[in-house]
């Protein structure tokens, strides 16, 4: 056995607290090393555990194997940190154990497509005798450089709140140069779903206790079309029902405002577009 107290660790080095819950991840092997040291070591198996933490089986499961693990060599496993076994993991697979960014982004979405379902929400909306095309367009060029068309110093609030507890609310970008699709980002939200011309869904992407979708949607209605904005929120917990009421101000008068903004510029956009046409045509 080898003498001296061992090195720090990374985890130690951080104060993090080391333990077997710290160790499990569902699929673990005992490798002799020189030194008659036997190792935990971790075969790629279900990685459930590395979005988090670890579940109480997989504690047990650690626990009755080094167990064994000491029984059978009279060798007490050596502990590895949760920092050192990650990193081991990481080279044995080549970076097999992590999910690649599409393959999350699709498990993520997939949780907001019943937002329908979702148990409160909040919305307004506007009539105009823009068409469904003119609207939409005006839709899906929000974020960005154009901000939200109404109230933007409530959006900033909400988005300062945000980066100051380590969001991306103050990231203002979206793609340029071609139409939306899912899985855009658009400042902090991100697209869930779109249908041209009638529909555009975007998930909310700010910390918070629950899950919320943004959904615009445009209908024909008396004489022209009707666009509705509509917030779904899913708390989580009390905290996010807490949450929820703590919004339902801003609420009353945001969606109203959004939706009457939008359709206004609508309208001027499809005026705007003869009268290009009209000065085009006269100049050849």
Known sequence: MPTGRQPPTLARQKG?????EQVALLGVAAVPEAGGVVELRHEVGPLRALKGGLDVFARANISRRRSSVTRRTGVRPRRVDAATMWFRLRDKTG?????NERETAAMDRSQFRGYRRFR??????????????????VVTDIGGENRYYTLNALWTVRELMDAAIGG????HERPHD????????????????IERP????????MKAPGRGVLAFDIQPADRGNRLSATAYWEPDGLSGVLYWRAMQPAHLILFDRLTQEICRRALDLERAAPAHGDR????T
């Open 120 to 137: 409160y929400r909040a919305g307004g909306s506007a009539r105009t005798r823009a068409s469904q095309q003119a609207i939409f367009d």
């Open 280 to 283: 085009t045509a006269s100049s």
């Open 198 to 205: 009638k529909r555009l869904a975007l998930i909310f992407g």
């Open 168 to 171: 991306n609310g103050l990231r």
């Open 95 to 99: 970076g097999a154990a992590i999910r």
């Open 16 to 20: 993090v607290r080391r333990g077997p």
């Open 178 to 193: 071609r139409e939306l699709r899912p899985g855009d980002r658009i400042d902090s939200w991100e697209v869930l779903d």
